[in-house]
Antibody, heavy 121, light 108 residues
Framework: EVQLLESGGGLVQPGGSLRLSCAASGFTFSNFAMTWVRQAPGKGLEWVSSISFSATYTYYADSVKGRCTISRDNSKNTLYLQMNSLRAEDTAVYYC??????????????WGQGTLVTVSS | SYVLTQPPSVSVAPGQTARITCGANNIGAKSVHWYQQKPGQAPVLVVY???DRPSGIPERISGSNSGSTATLTISRAEAGDEADYYCQLWDGSTDHWVFGGGTKLTVL
């Protein structure tokens, strides 16, 4: 059974940093691209960042480019999102999602339950 | 970059057919995927590559894509189908993954 378990969310002040983690199990993590998607309170889904299976390629939404870094540790089956210079508009539930491709996730067949990030003073 | 336009809400009577649209210029040339999200839960993939269903998704849920509109069709709607539905595609010109704004389906 595929499982994705996010952690690392919490309350952070504007300008602060946070690192999200996503522990994966139930599939060969190193074969698949992975993605972070976020959802602000009461709003829709927003793609944030994706990474290819071997971390050769990384992709970012314009809203987070330069402030966030996606990475993965295939030896630990774990996906990360380092978030810096956080703003109030980054407040959201952050979901980890498994892609179906190796280089291009294409679409997302499994999702974690999400971790809440709140940016507020 | 691609902007996917969905109606904010769709209502359907139990047992009837609901159609949720996702519009964009020449979207028919892209592969469109659909997700269902119930309150307080993570999204679930219900249709991929325009019209394929993952295992466990009932045949009542189907998809199509042509011209400037992709459509998610839910036949014989049930109370359990009430949820937000999102379309999604990959924009190869920007290497961005794009979601529609979402449609709230109400089964009256």
């Amino acid at each position: 059974e595929v499982q994705l378990l996010e952690s690392g969310g919490g309350l952070v002040q504007p300008g602060g940093s946070l690192r999200l983690s996503c522990a994966a199990s139930g599939f060969t993590f190193s074969n698949f691209a992975m993605t972070w998607v976020r959802q602000a309170p009461g709003k829709g889904l927003e793609w944030v960042s994706s990474i290819s299976f071997s971390a050769t390629y990384t992709y970012y939404a314009d809203s987070v480019k330069g402030r966030c870094t996606i990475s993965r540790d295939n030896s630990k089956n774990t996906l990360y999102l380092q978030m810096n210079s956080l703003r109030a508009e980054d407040t959201a539930v952050y979901y980890c999602a498994k892609g179906v491709g190796g280089y291009n996730p294409n679409y997302f067949d499994f999702w974690g339950q999400g971790t809440l990030v709140t940016v507020s003073s | 970059s691609y902007v996917l336009t969905q109606p904010p809400s769709v209502s359907v009577a139990p047992g009837q057919t609901a159609r949720i649209t996702c519009g964009a210029n020449n979207i028919g040339a892209k592969s469109v995927h659909w997700y269902q999200q119930k309150p307080g839960q993570a999204p679930v993939l219900v249709v991929y590559n325009d019209s394929d269903r993952p295992s466990g998704i009932p045949e009542r849920i189907s998809g199509s894509n042509s011209g400037s509109t992709a459509t998610l069709t839910i036949s014989r709607a049930e109370a359990g189908d009430e949820a937000d539905y999102y379309c999604q595609l990959w924009d190869g010109s920007t290497d961005h993954w794009v979601f529609g704004g979402g449609t709230k389906l109400t089964v009256l």
